[in-house]
């Protein structure tokens, strides 16, 4: 009987047809069954007005700030079909466009994506530190590190990071997590359900999210202040030991916790407010939330 085994091995395996032909079969013609790749890296002038945007609605987005004149972009292209050829065929289909428009550069990826067909393109753009960046994506998840300068970032269905960047910072996303940490300015940050979490951050702080949790640690206060608000979750701020504010502080269904040697305006924490001067007073903070906890610290 063994023998008679093994003759059958060796008919399946000259006709090309083991445990991975009979699968590929299997999957044949289903929609995303087979995947292509491929890389490119392109190179191109920092623009004469020091601004870029780039627009990806499909894939991961890093863009690094370096000590360096030009930009450079790697690309790595990534196609779903029916067949290996359909995918194949798609990752010609994908184009990085760039053009200069009034002294700054834009860069966007063209990717099909229809049924049973999809491509997307992972990019990492290395830029001098001074060039300001605005980075637009649908679907995939943002990362930004290493500028001197501005960022504005905002990403339907994908988390977002910022870190060690010197400049405003404008953060949006729809349904995921903004992260920012080592950063120094002007702080926007909206998230409609998930959390926000900034870390080492100096300068003024704007940030809410519909359903998510808020968590800021401070070094340094901005003249504009710090304004937290979420409507289903809690609120954790914890601010330099030196810090001169005035404390506002409305929970509607939770309590505050506060550790902060706050001088007490006519208020009661146990009815969820709390008013009154830190230090020597100075730059409003503000923190609401409708339903959870408040923490000061």
Same mark, same amino acid.
């Given at each position: 009987?063994?023998?008679?085994?093994?003759?059958?091995?060796?008919? =399946?395996?000259?006709?090309?047809?083991?445990?991975?032909?009979?699968?590929?079969?299997?999957?044949?013609?289903?929609?995303?069954?087979?995947?292509?790749?491929?890389?490119?890296?392109?190179?191109?002038?920092?623009?004469?007005?020091?601004?870029?945007?780039?627009?990806?609605?499909?894939?991961?987005?890093?863009?690094?700030?370096?000590? *360096?004149?030009?930009?450079?972009?790697?690309?790595?292209? *990534?196609?779903?079909?029916?067949?290996?050829?359909?995918?194949?065929?798609?990752?010609?289909?994908?184009?990085?466009?760039?053009?200069?428009?009034?002294?700054?550069?834009?860069?966007?990826?063209?990717?099909?994506?229809?049924?049973?067909?999809?491509?997307?393109?992972?990019?990492?753009?290395?830029?001098?530190?001074?060039?300001?960046?605005?980075?637009?994506?649908?679907?995939?998840?943002?990362?930004?590190?290493?500028?001197?300068?501005?960022?504005?970032?905002?990403?339907?269905?994908?988390?977002?990071?910022?870190?060690?960047?010197?400049?405003?910072?404008?953060?949006?996303?729809?349904?995921?997590?903004?992260?920012?940490? =080592?950063? =120094?300015?002007?702080?926007?940050?909206?998230?409609?359900?998930?959390?926000?979490?900034?870390?080492?951050?100096?300068?003024?702080?704007?940030?809410?999210?519909?359903?998510?949790?808020?968590?800021?640690?401070?070094?340094?206060?901005?003249?504009?202040?710090?304004?937290?608000?979420?409507?289903?979750?809690?609120?954790?701020?914890?601010?330099?030991?030196?810090?001169?504010?005035?404390?506002?502080?409305?929970?509607?269904?939770?309590?505050?916790?506060?550790?902060?040697?706050?001088?007490?305006?006519?208020?009661?924490?146990?009815?969820?407010?709390?008013?009154?001067?830190?230090?020597?007073?100075? =730059?409003?903070?503000?923190?609401?939330?409708?339903?959870?906890?408040?923490?000061? *610290?």
């Amino acid at each position: 009987m063994s023998p008679r085994f093994d003759d059958d091995r060796d008919d =399946c395996a000259a006709d090309g047809r083991g445990f991975g032909g009979f699968l590929r079969s299997l999957l044949s013609g289903i929609p995303w069954s087979e995947s292509a790749h491929a890389e490119e890296t392109l190179t191109l002038e920092a623009p004469p007005g020091r601004h870029m945007s780039v627009h990806n609605a499909n894939g991961r987005t890093q863009v690094v700030g370096e000590d *360096r004149e030009d930009i450079e972009i790697a690309v790595e292209k *990534r196609a779903r079909a029916e067949s290996t050829e359909a995918a194949e065929a798609i990752l010609d289909e994908i184009q990085v466009l760039t053009e200069l428009v009034a002294d700054g550069l834009e860069v966007e990826v063209e990717a099909p994506s229809r049924w049973k067909r999809h491509g997307s393109a992972n990019l990492e753009v290395r830029v001098p530190r001074d060039v300001e960046v605005v980075v637009v994506a649908a679907n995939g998840r943002v990362a930004i590190e290493g500028l001197r300068s501005g960022v504005h970032a905002r990403s339907s269905n994908g988390a977002v990071s910022i870190a060690d960047v010197d400049g405003d910072v404008e953060v949006f996303t729809s349904n995921a997590k903004v992260s920012c940490s =080592c950063t =120094c300015g002007r702080l926007k940050a909206r998230s409609s359900n998930s959390k926000i979490s900034l870390d080492e951050h100096s300068g003024s702080v704007d940030a809410s999210t519909s359903n998510g949790v808020i968590h800021a640690v401070l070094t340094d206060l901005g003249p504009e202040g710090v304004m937290l608000a979420t409507s289903n979750g809690r609120i954790m701020l914890e601010l330099p030991e030196d810090a001169d504010a005035e404390i506002d502080v409305r929970v509607d269904n939770g309590v505050i916790r506060n550790s902060l040697d706050v001088e007490q305006a006519p208020s009661d924490e146990r009815t969820g407010r709390l008013r009154g001067r830190l230090g020597r007073g100075g =730059c409003p903070i503000k923190l609401r939330t409708s339903n959870g906890t408040v923490s000061l *610290r």
